[in-house]
């Protein structure tokens, strides 16, 4: 959706959320394709074993989509609102006023929070506005949430 | 009315005002969960002030007009009276072998002992409830205080109320009471007054609808029911002619009439049909005489305080929604009212069920409605509506040329339904955000959709547009929707 591209100052997203999703998907593929790979060799026959193949072609191809996917997330805040644009095949942009907002949450789980990483989510009075931006870094995501807090009480207004 | 020394024969149970935790709290106030988490510190603070102390006025209130804390009408214990009867009905039904062989093993006797302690308990259990019951209105807020064992207190802020109803089923009507419900954002549940005297909940509603509407707090419970003025109301003969030509209450009753024989020729079970055809034929009714029934001298008012609907043939309903509430209109017109040319009208307020503005009304006037709903609004007729792309064919075959989307300075519209057309309007003061979006086969033939969502959670969608039109009006839509937030007017209309 990059046509007027003139206007926002697009900002990607950090190369640890990339890191941390291939990680994981190395490591539960991986101990799939040896579980299925032993499993099945032993009990049935070593050429079953060969089924083992499957989950490391899923870890290909999943290394493959997880890039894109990452590529694809970026946001931008413009003078009013925030924008967040995402998606490879099912694309997504969504616009959110900053008056809208009603609450920003920074988040951070155990595993996002051992790769330094934290999700910011807006929330808005309607439940369908899906507004969240994954894996920024946790002085960004500070950083962002001051700021659209800041914005969103200057620019309030009611539902 | 004020009883500083209920609370001391209160049992002494931990105090825990806005226990969510407490899912079988006896309480007679069908209220909701905390409905302002914001509230919760004040509330328990207030709360305790209340009961350790007993005094009536707590802090933070107005110091020359106390605070009075009123009890519901006296009528209420007997709503929980027969709840045992309830049960006992409900068991018989569920197991009716059983209970046919235990009902003979009763003697008269026995049967008269049970009652003997079974009513007056649950009358005394009605009665407590009834007693533990306080509500009181501040100069911004409505406090319930509420529960026997486990305490509760609620208090709403005025100005996020979204309407206001009060309405009298069959029985309530007779006994001269109502109840009086309010919808407020966030909760899941309405919270409600059941049941108050008639008068007092009529004076109760425009007083709370005063103080939300920001008049002062000496004055308010002064100025009384707003004088409302007629719009419209729909004569029963158009009602009944309308529900007549919906698909729906045909199609229940075409179920209720056709499946039962069917069944029975299949499986020659009188149970299965029974199981099936009560359901089948109870929503036949719902869908007919029901919505008949509810839908009855219908009528919407305008005054101060809002949108007044009434309407009800056995249980009369009043609905306030105060201005600048509504979210969404939609404007529906199943296939066979289009050559009456008439209109249902909906529309969603946050944090409310209720969604029929109009139940059949013709265009023009329900059109004349809604302008007066969404102030400065006019609605874009169907020719003005710009339809997607020929090649949208391809992604949605025939119902494409449903689709059609107009914006005007004060509203975004779109359109969907080839048979049953629904036009939806969003004023763009109402847009909490706009999303566009694109699966892979639309993005072959260069089309998106453009979401705009509302604070009643409500998505209106614009299908299939061109990429280059999505973008603008994503673009566009944001722009419109901070501008005319803009102008919009504030929650305390009157202030």
């Known amino acids: 959706m990059g046509t007027t591209a003139a206007g926002p100052e697009w900002l990607g997203l950090p190369p640890g959320l990339l890191r941390m999703r291939r990680l994981l998907l190395v490591v539960w593929l991986g101990l799939v394709a040896v579980g299925a790979g032993l499993l099945l060799g032993l009990l049935v026959g070593p050429a079953w074993a060969a089924f083992a193949l499957l989950p490391l072609a899923g870890i290909g191809w999943g290394w493959v ?12 805040e413009r003078a009013d609102d925030l924008l967040i644009s995402r998606g490879v095949l099912w694309r997504e942009e969504t616009v959110v006023p900053y008056g809208r907002m009603q609450l920003v949450e920074v988040t951070s789980g155990p595993v996002e929070r051992h790769f330094g990483l934290a999700s910011v989510q807006l929330h808005t009075a309607a ?33 | 009315m004020t009883t500083p020394g209920v609370e001391d024969g209160a049992p002494d149970v931990p105090d825990a005002p806005d226990a969510p935790d407490a899912p079988d709290a006896p309480a007679p106030v069908d209220t909701a969960e905390p409905t302002d988490t914001a509230d919760t510190p004040e509330t328990a603070e207030t709360a305790e002030t209340a009961e350790t102390a007993g005094t009536p006025d707590p802090p933070g209130t107005h110091p020359e007009r106390p605070v009075t804390e009123r009890r519901l009408h006296p009528v209420t214990p007997f709503r929980r009276a027969w709840a045992p009867i309830a049960v006992l009905v409900g068991w ?8 046919q062989e235990q009902l003979t093993r009763l003697t008269t006797t026995t049967l008269l002992i049970a009652l003997a302690v079974l009513v007056p308990a649950a009358s005394l259990y009605g009665f407590l409830t009834w007693w533990f019951t306080h509500f009181s209105v501040t100069d911004s807020e409505l406090r319930i205080r509420t529960g026997l064992l486990f305490r509760r207190a609620a208090h709403i802020r005025l100005e996020r109320v979204q309407a206001i109803d009060v309405s009298q089923p069959l029985l309530a009507r007779i006994a001269g009471v109502a109840k009086l419900r309010l919808d407020v ?14 008068e007092e909940a009529r004076v109760l509603r425009a007083e709370l609808l005063a103080r939300a509407a920001g008049f002062a707090p000496e ?14 109301r729909v004569p029963p003969r158009e009602l009944a002619i309308a529900l007549v030509l ?3 209450t045909w199609g229940a009753l075409v179920a209720a009439l056709v499946v039962p024989p069917v069944l029975w020729l299949a499986t020659h079970s009188v149970w299965t049909v029974l199981a099936t055809g009560v359901p089948l034929l109870g929503a036949a009714g719902a869908s007919s005489v029901g919505r008949f029934v509810g839908e009855y001298d219908w009528t919407v008012g305008e005054s101060p305080d809002g949108l007044r609907i009434d309407h009800g043939l056995l249980d009369r309903t009043h609905e306030t929604v105060p201005p600048g509430r509504v ?21 969603d307020v946050a944090g409310s069920a209720n969604s029929v503005l109009v139940p059949v009304a013709p265009r023009e006037a329900a059109e004349a409605v809604v302008a007066r709903v969404l102030p400065g609004v006019s609605v874009p007729a169907g020719t003005s509506l710009s339809r997607p792309p ?62 705009v969502d509302t604070g009643a959670d409500k998505t209106v969608t614009a299908r299939l547009r061109d990429v280059q039109e999505a973008a603008e009006l994503l673009r566009g839509q944001a722009e419109r929707s901070r501008t005319g937030r803009l102008d919009a007017r504030s929650d305390r209309w009157m202030a």
């Open chain 1, 65 to 76: 989509l997880l890039g894109r996917n990452w590529h694809s997330w970026r946001y931008a």
């Open chain 1, 127 to 159: 439940a369908a506005t899906d507004a969240t931006i994954p894996g920024l870094d946790p002085a960004e995501a500070e950083r962002l949430r001051d700021r659209l807090t800041q914005l969103g009480e200057a620019r309030s207004a009611g539902l």
């Open chain 2, 92 to 99: 018989a039904v569920h197991d009716p072998n059983q209970a």
């Open chain 2, 185 to 198: 954002v966030g909760a899941e549940k309405k919270d409600e007054l059941a049941f108050l005297g008639e």
């Open chain 2, 219 to 232: 004055t308010a419970h002064e100025v009384g029911e707003a004088p409302a003025r007629e719009l419209l």
């Open chain 2, 246 to 248: 919906t698909g729906a």
């Open chain 2, 327 to 347: 979210q969404t209109v939609r404007i529906v017109q199943p296939l066979l009212w289009r050559r009456r040319g008439w209109v249902r009208v909906e529309l």
């Open chain 2, 390 to 451: 020929r090649r949208a064919g391809r992604c949605v075959p025939l119902w494409w040329r449903g689709y059609g989307i107009a914006v005007t300075d004060t509203v975004f519209a779109t359109r969907h339904g080839l048979l049953r057309r629904s036009l939806a309007l969003v004023p763009h003061a109402k847009v909490q955000s706009v999303r566009l979006t694109q699966g892979p086969w639309q993005r072959l033939w260069r089309l998106a959709d453009v979401h």
